[in-house]
């Protein structure tokens, strides 16, 4: 089984709203990943987590916040966010590194 | 610093027809290859890796790839296309130095079949 899940599947917020995605897989996966796609373009990693702590953070803008409650379980909190930030939110998990990263079927935001 | 240049942004070909996808990547160290498979609206889907086993690798839905170091390529091929492989298909190389979980991807190339 190489499933990962995500919810919701759609999510339309204002720039004010506060809301947050949800990730999770059952493979006993170590690394955690969120990615961002805009349409067209290939997808853009953002946060990386390993063993539950976070090892890689590209710079992302404060107004994303990752969260990695236990093995199993990624979320990505949302506050304040601008049109630009509209686009498919991807989460995908890995055994190790080198390992093949295995992508969830996203949540397509958009921000109005 | 590794990078991977997927030459063709779309490829277009009849339903039956040869499918060649191209990839080069560029690495310091030995890689690990990708090829993902996105359909509209959803995520990305592993179609094979290479990771300094076999050369040539088989993956889902017939395709295969073949690592070529002295070429530093991956290309991407089946041979004969269906209209269900039609999609965006994205190389990626990641490697085995240090704890970089990172995963470069190419920009890209969108296969069309045409009936």
């Known amino acids: 089984d190489t499933e990962v899940t995500q919810t919701p599947k759609h999510l339309v917020m204002g720039m004010t709203n506060k809301k947050s995605l949800k990730c999770e897989q059952h493979?006993?996966?170590?690394?955690m990943y969120w990615y961002k796609q805009k349409a067209k373009k290939p997808p853009e990693l953002m946060f990386v987590y390993s063993y539950e702590k976070l090892s890689i953070n590209e710079s992302v803008p404060s107004r994303f916040s990752p969260e990695c409650p236990n093995s199993s379980l990624l979320n990505l909190h949302l506050h304040a966010l601008q049109p630009e930030d509209s686009a498919l939110y991807l989460c995908?998990?890995?055994?190790?590194?080198?390992?093949?990263?295995?992508f969830g079927p996203g949540t397509r935001l958009t921000v109005t | 610093a590794q990078s991977v240049t997927q030459l063709g942004s779309h490829v277009s070909v009849s339903e039956g027809a040869l499918v060649l996808l191209r990839c080069n990547y560029s690495s310091s160290v030995p890689p690990y290859l990708f090829w993902y498979v996105q359909y509209p609206n959803q995520g990305l889907q592993l179609l094979l890796k290479?990771?300094?086993?076999?050369?040539l690798v088989k993956g889902i839905n017939g395709f295969e790839a073949e690592f070529k170091k002295s070429e530093t390529s991956f290309h991407l091929t089946k041979p004969s296309a269906h209209m269900s492989d039609a999609a965006e298909y994205f190389c990626a190389v990641s490697y085995s130095g240090g704890s970089n979980y990172k995963l470069t991807f190419g920009k890209g190339t969108l296969l069309t079949v045409n009936p």
């Open positions: 493979m006993g996966h170590r690394a």
């Open positions: 290479y990771t300094s086993a076999a050369t």
């Open positions: 995908a998990s890995s055994q190790d590194q080198g390992r093949p990263i295995y």
